[in-house]
């Protein structure tokens, strides 16, 4: 009988040990930092090849889906701390969280039609490096725009889009007649504005105000950046 009591005691005993580490174990992990946002990232370059690594995963059909777990969410109910910020089109087809294989507080992403903006779009845009310090911004044109292919076709035609539409086709215009003077095809004219306006974008965000100075720096790069829908590929350029 003293035998099987003692038994019972030491099995109790080991149970509550265990029990134990397992709470100790779940609180330590809670309260670790989160792996993700800008943790390890040591500047434009480090934020840059982990964009191109994610999306060399999308296209390869094996993304990992990072940063999305609850632990993760907990972790930035306070704070944020996103590596890279992406200006891109509204098309549905092209979520950047996606394309580049990123998760909760990884990316801050800016989207309008065609990336087109204004005072308050570039202002959303300076936020992100010049107060959370993102080294890295992405402008993503991509593949087939829609806004651009109705832009093109109102400014062939003559006709007015309608709306606020017309406002997007508006500050279209500019890399439009840039598509044109360099002579693209008329086939090509659709594909060749959405680069131009591409090139156009990343320009003027160099040259801002509160981003000219990290440029100029090295804290910061802006980047212009291509977007199959073909492949999922995204081709980056200066």
Not at 103 to 118: C, F, K, Q
Request: aromatic share 4%; net charge neutral.
């Amino acid at each position: 009988m003293m035998t099987n009591r003692r038994s019972v005691l030491r099995a109790g005993t080991l149970a509550v040990a265990a029990l134990a580490a397992q709470l100790g174990a779940g609180t330590a992990s809670a309260a670790a930092p989160a792996s993700g946002g800008a943790a390890g990232v040591r500047g434009p370059a480090d934020a840059l090849a982990r964009l191109k690594a994610g999306n060399a995963d999308w296209v390869a059909d094996r993304s990992a889906h990072p940063d999305a777990s609850s632990t993760r969410r907990r972790d930035l109910a306070t704070h944020q701390e996103p590596f890279a910020v992406v200006f891109s089109c509204i098309d549905s087809r092209v979520p950047p969280e996606l394309v580049f294989d990123q998760g909760l507080g990884d990316l801050m992403v800016i989207r309008t039609a065609a990336h087109t903006h204004d005072g308050l779009v570039t202002g959303s845009l300076e936020y992100g490096p010049a107060e959370l310090g993102a080294p890295l911004l992405v402008v993503l044109g991509h593949q087939r725009c829609g806004a651009v292919t109705a832009a093109v076709k109102s400014f062939r035609d003559g006709v007015r889009l309608p709306g606020h539409l017309a406002d997007i086709a508006r500050d279209l215009r500019a890399p439009y007649e840039e598509a044109r003077r360099q002579g693209a095809a008329p086939e090509q004219l659709v594909e060749a504005t959405i680069r131009a306006q591409t090139r156009q974008t990343v320009a003027g965000l160099r040259s801002d105000r509160l981003l000219r100075p990290l440029v100029a720096a090295g804290t910061l790069r802006v980047v212009g950046a291509y977007y199959s829908l073909d492949t999922g590929e995204v081709t980056f350029s200066d």
